[in-house]
């Protein structure tokens, strides 16, 4: 591909198998956090509402949540993310992983699997006694209510690149279709095809590599 290339990846539910910050507020806050969790998947709260009240009631430390999501059997990876974040990479690829999940678990696990090279753009988080706070801050730094995913889709395009997407939520549809090419997952591929959006579906990573390599040789 002669023309410059990023890859935008969705994390949770995406790299990793099931949402992380489900696994947080299941253990901090109980099951009252998913009344909140059908407001917005309704759309009638925006992703930034949700999270600041959820995680509000969060009121571990970044520790004890750090230690949860690094040993919680809960959280396993999609087979063939470090060979697929090597492959783009080893390519030239730009690899951005964008979120509306939290960025200090992101990090952590990125460290525990020894990964580098790759930008990170989520929730940015601040620890209080009194519980979490989340804000979304978009590529100018302002703060946003949605929009988060696309904003920064729209910022690699604007900046020249042709982005190829992988995500696998109904919150990825807005940068899916925006992007030059989508491998999609679960509830994202569901609505890829309910639009009639090209896209190639994974099961895991190494799906996308043989994806991606067949775009190469055009």
């Known amino acids: 591909m002669a023309k410059k290339t990023a890859v935008q990846f969705d994390f949770d539910g995406t790299v990793t198998m099931e949402d992380v910050s489900f696994l947080l507020l299941d253990t901090y806050v109980g099951r009252v956090w998913r009344t909140y969790l059908d407001e917005y998947e309704s759309g009638r709260m925006t992703v930034g509402a949700f999270n600041r009240w959820v995680f509000g009631m969060m009121k571990a430390d970044r520790s004890a949540m750090t230690e949860l999501v690094l040993s919680s059997e809960r959280v396993k990876i999609r087979p063939g993310f470090r060979e697929l974040v090597d492959y783009c990479l080893g390519k030239g690829y730009r690899v951005v992983i964008v979120s509306n999940g939290l960025l200090f678990y992101i990090q952590a696990i990125l460290e525990r699997l020894g990964i580098s090279g790759v930008e990170v753009y989520a929730a940015e988080n601040e620890f209080h006694p009194g519980g979490l706070k989340v804000r979304y801050l978009g590529p100018d730094g302002v703060e ?20 190829i997407y992988v995500g696998n939520g109904n919150s990825d549809i807005y940068s899916a279709r925006r992007c030059w090419h989508v491998f999609a997952t679960d509830e994202l591929l569901k609505r890829c095809r309910r ?7 994974f099961d895991d990573f190494f799906d996308v590599i043989r994806g991606i390599e067949k775009l190469e040789k055009g």
């Open 195 to 201: 639009e009639g959006l090209a896209c190639l579906p």
């Open 144 to 163: 946003m209510e949605a929009g988060f995913k696309e904003a920064y889709t729209g910022l690699l395009i604007k900046e020249g690149y042709q982005v």
